[in-house]
């Protein structure tokens, strides 16, 4: 690549979401194709190796496992409760919802094709980079170092801005696996133009659950990467803070695997004071629900509150980076690209979020945008998983809530409404963000905002609130008035 071409690339700006909703300003980007080089004898600020990015945890869920029609492919197989020979069907199946289905594509190379999709879509919202879940790193893994290669190979393809964070899995890969075969596989790809690096040229490696592993191979995989000329920035995702302390040392930057309810935020913020304490990045995570029925339990989320208060604190703390968990984990209902029951609701307002957080002053509203999220039907619902083999529960003491919440992106004041079967709930909303709430009843809701006596905006849920179901589905399901609902997408 030329130096012109170089430059040209670090100074590209990350678009905001193609509809307009609301754009951030384009500020330069680091750009991940620097090259390995001797680390300066002054370590760089955390702010600036990591750049102030923003990485989505890409998980084994690709926008299709097999390229067939979407009546017959391994996601509606998940969303069944055959699903997996009969594994799941006590809960109903192993995922509730997919990405936006797409028709069979002509060509040889459609899984590289699938990964543009998924990039093209992260940039469009200002994502910087994927944190690519590494729990395999056999060269025919079909779920794991395929993939890798695919969205490596999609990167090159596109000139955009954007990184990919290899990730061990620590819960996943196995720990007998020999730490030379491990440095072999990462070092096999470390050198490919799109894997994350600092400015100064370290590769940054992530983990799930390092803890999951000894200090001392930890060490080990440090100094087999650093015979083959790789110096690591450390950035892992502790699973249990408690135990992080042995490995402070070890640490460049670091986060942790919690954020899925708001009574945890507390102990996250001490977490964080810990690792800035110590000298090292804090990486915030942000996450908008969790709900696997393959384990059958959920955490409340309360609609979009969980993910607006992640990234609120993630923003007042300062972090040095953001990982949102996740952009495609169906088997934690963690999700932000768009799909079949979230829709786009959580992609587009991770635009906004990422501007703010980017550029450290709230994004002004562009255009009126309302957005709705609510479950199906109630989690106390009587007649609720009538074929499930037990029923699921909440996990952690956050306590349920059963509403419907509409979410005003207002350019101006204007009166929100939400009408249900038993009447109209409203609120006087100034211009900004006003977040109105009812309780959760039967039938499809409408959402309407009214000025002057007149509804400017007004539609209604895309789904319907059930009293009976054969199996319980607690995911939050959501919308807004910018999109209309899709049941598929080519």
């Given at each position: ?11 590209l ?106 990039i ?15 729990g ?40 007998d ?7 072999d ?46 110096v690591?920035y ?30 945890q935020?507390?102990a ?12 090292k ?9 969790d ?24 923003i ?28 786009h ?14 550029e ?17 039907e ?24 059963n509403?419907?919440e ?10 929100l ?11 006087d ?6 977040s ?19 509804a ?34 080519d």
């Amino acid at each position: 690549m030329s130096s012109a071409e170089t430059t040209r690339r670090k100074l590209l700006p990350l678009q905001g979401n193609r509809r307009g909703f609301l754009v951030r300003a384009g500020a330069a980007v680091f750009c991940s194709s620097a090259r390995p080089r001797e680390v300066q004898a002054k370590a760089l600020p955390h702010k600036e190796a990591l750049g102030r990015r923003v990485f989505a945890h890409w998980h084994i869920f690709r926008r299709s496992f097999d390229n067939k029609p979407p009546q017959q492919d391994l996601y509606a197989n998940y969303l069944s409760p055959a699903a997996l020979g009969g594994k799941y069907r006590g809960s109903g199946g192993f995922i509730r919802e997919r990405p936006l289905p797409r028709s069979p594509l002509a060509s040889p190379d459609w899984s590289v094709l699938d990964m543009v999709h998924d990039i093209r879509a992260a940039v469009a919202v200002g994502i910087d980079g994927f944190q690519f879940n590494i729990g395999s790193t056999k060269q025919d893994s079909y779920l794991y170092w395929l993939p890798l290669l695919d969205m490596l190979a999609a990167c090159e393809r596109l000139d955009v801005t954007f990184s990919i964070m290899l990730s061990l899995d620590c819960a996943v890969l196995a720990r007998d696996l020999p730490i030379t075969e491990l440095a072999d596989a990462l070092a096999s790809v470390a050198k490919r133009i799109p894997i994350a690096r600092t400015p100064d040229g370290r590769l940054i490696l992530g983990a799930f659950a390092p803890e999951r592993w000894p200090v001392t191979r930890w060490r080990q995989l440090f100094a087999e990467l650093a015979a083959k000329g790789e110096v690591v920035y450390f950035a892992p995702s502790f699973l249990n803070g408690s135990e992080a302390f042995p490995y402070l040392p070890l640490v460049d930057a670091a986060s942790i695997w919690g954020g899925n309810r708001s009574s945890q935020f507390a102990a996250i913020e001490s977490f964080a004071l810990l690792i800035r304490a110590a000298g090292k990045g804090w990486i915030a995570p942000v996450w908008p629900q969790d709900v696997r029925p393959k384990d059958f339990w959920y955490v409340e989320a309360g609609n979009s509150r969980l993910f607006r208060q992640g990234w609120e604190r993630a923003i007042a703390a300062d972090a040095d980076a953001v990982a949102i968990a996740t952009w495609n984990d169906y088997s934690e209902g963690s999700e932000i690209q768009p799909s079949t029951s979230i829709q786009h609701a959580f992609y587009d307002l991770t635009a906004f979020f990422v501007g703010w957080y980017k550029e450290r002053k709230q994004p002004s509203i562009a255009k009126d945008v309302l957005f709705y999220f609510h479950r199906v039907e109630s989690t106390d619902a009587q007649a609720g998983g009538s074929l499930q083999t037990s029923r699921f529960t909440r996990r952690f003491d956050d306590p349920e809530s059963n509403e419907i919440e509409l979410l005003g992106f207002l350019t101006s004041a204007g009166r929100l409404e939400i009408e249900t079967s038993k009447g109209i709930v409203n609120v006087d909303a100034t211009g900004g963000i006003t977040s109105l709430r009812a309780p959760l009843v039967l039938g499809r809701p409408t959402f309407r905002l009214v000025r002057s006596g007149k509804a400017e905006i007004s539609f209604a849920s895309a789904y319907e609130v059930r009293a009976e179901s054969q199996y319980q589905d607690l995911l939050y399901h959501s919308g807004s008035s910018d999109r209309p609902a899709i049941a598929s997408s080519d």
